[in-house]
């Protein structure tokens, strides 16, 4: 198991195989030692994670959603790396959109769910640069999606 798996298991997570594109593009994209992982939307074992933030969820429960998103970005890594998730060296931006009511201003405390999972899952490899902003509507009435850019070794 690698060293990333290994810290992931002791954090209770598994990461799930790499979802199907639902449109015409990739999951990731590799160009030299950068990755560029699509959008990851919320969803967990029972199914997708619906609602807006501040109206159907709270803040709590936005930031939850915002960690399926990073377990499936790191899915998506994982493939990227062809297995070998130890390949990373950094996970460089997240781009966070929430879906939110037009007066709910908190989406930075969602998307610390995606950053806070993966600053505890990679140490600082995991620290990056971030955006985190809102959406009047998700693909599929998610509550939120994020995608990133990593590089590897």
């Given at each position: 198991m690698s060293e990333i798996e290994a810290k992931l298991s002791e954090l209770?997570?598994?990461?799930?195989?790499?979802?199907?594109?639902?449109?015409?593009?990739?999951?990731?994209?590799?160009?030299?030692?950068?990755?560029?992982?699509?959008?990851?939307?919320?969803?967990?074992a029972e199914g997708l994670i619906l609602g807006k933030v501040g109206a159907d969820l709270d803040t709590e429960a936005g930031a939850a959603a915002a960690k399926t998103c990073a377990i499936g970005l790191l899915a998506a890594l994982k493939s990227a790396c062809g297995g070998d998730i130890d390949r990373?060296?950094?996970?460089?931006?997240?781009v966070g959109f929430v879906n939110s009511t037009a007066d709910y201003t908190e989406q930075p405390k969602v998307i610390n769910g995606a950053s806070d999972f993966l600053v505890e899952a990679l140490g600082d490899k995991g620290r990056h640069a971030r955006s985190a902003v809102s959406a009047g509507a998700l693909p599929l009435g998610?509550?939120?999606?994020i995608e990133a850019i990593f590089q590897i070794a």
């Amino acid at each position: 198991m690698s060293e990333i798996e290994a810290k992931l298991s002791e954090l209770g997570v598994t990461l799930p195989d790499v979802a199907a594109p639902a449109a015409n593009y990739v999951p990731y994209v590799v160009v030299g030692d950068m990755v560029y992982v699509s959008g990851q939307i919320s969803q967990n074992a029972e199914g997708l994670i619906l609602g807006k933030v501040g109206a159907d969820l709270d803040t709590e429960a936005g930031a939850a959603a915002a960690k399926t998103c990073a377990i499936g970005l790191l899915a998506a890594l994982k493939s990227a790396c062809g297995g070998d998730i130890d390949r990373l060296v950094r996970v460089v931006k997240l781009v966070g959109f929430v879906n939110s009511t037009a007066d709910y201003t908190e989406q930075p405390k969602v998307i610390n769910g995606a950053s806070d999972f993966l600053v505890e899952a990679l140490g600082d490899k995991g620290r990056h640069a971030r955006s985190a902003v809102s959406a009047g509507a998700l693909p599929l009435g998610v509550a939120v999606e994020i995608e990133a850019i990593f590089q590897i070794a």
